[in-house]
């Protein structure tokens, strides 16, 4: 568990599931309260406390969990994480907030989709109490105090209920996986993309949050990025030229493996990444599986005429 300081009033907490580095990020920032966006899984909660702990923050003196999304690796362990944090509530997406008081079927899918191996690595969530719980508008402003304050922007596509956040101290964008996944030893970003992907939202998300003229992104998977406003650029044409390979792929009949083999031929981003993606337990499996399946699918039900 490692804990960095990334701004004047945020720090990141590498979560490490299963002793793997890099891969999710908890941020911490501090006003006159404590704000914590990404409660990281279940199996991680005891190396953020940890984390809390080296930061010499009280755990009643977290005002708020954000988390962009309910998937396991975002949300998953806010249940657990709650019953440490006893003033805490939890901010969610309306369309997840169900799913976090019942996670019974947020659980069941994500064993069906992800597997049991990687499903053992997150750990399994526990409910969040109603009470808890604080339905995000696009636009509400979470304040922490002392000049710290969180805009909650609706960035859709990765998933029908994903809430990004943006704090105008640091003109920073915590993006959960609307921008994709930094790889920081490679200095590019690969897409995550798993179905019901939606491709011509996601790109209408990354435009938004390119109006905002942001400075930095701080990624989920994982940690900061500069020159936001042209990571989110190529990100948007990276995006693209996955959805034209996976049309062509899809015209001449190929599979899921030989689109994912020219993805990789045609993406630099993606080559540059290779051996990290390839010796992660996580990105191993999803980035050039679910992460095109996810693209093939939209295109397939969609086309790729609304894209142009």
Known sequence: MRVTR??????LIDLEPAGVEDLIASYVLKGNRVGIIESGPSSTVQ????????LNVKTEDVAYVAVSHIHLDHGGGAGILLKHLPRAKLIVHPRGAPHMVNPEKLWNQATQVLGERITRIYGRPEPVPQERIITAADGMVIDLGDDVKLKVVETLGHASHHLSYYDKLSDGIFTGDSAGIYVDKADVVVPTSPPPFRLDIALASIDKMMRLKPKSLYYTHFGKGTDAVERLRTYKEQLKLWARIAKEGIERGEDLKMISRRIFENDKAVQKAA??????????????????????RFVEKFGFDVLV
């Open 6 to 11: 990334i701004e004047e009033h945020i720090h």
């Open 47 to 54: 190396n953020l406390l940890s984390g809390l702990e080296e």
């Open 275 to 296: 051996d990290f993606i390839k010796d992660n337990p996580v990105l191993s499996v999803t980035v050039l599986n679910e992460s095109v399946e996810g693209v093939m």
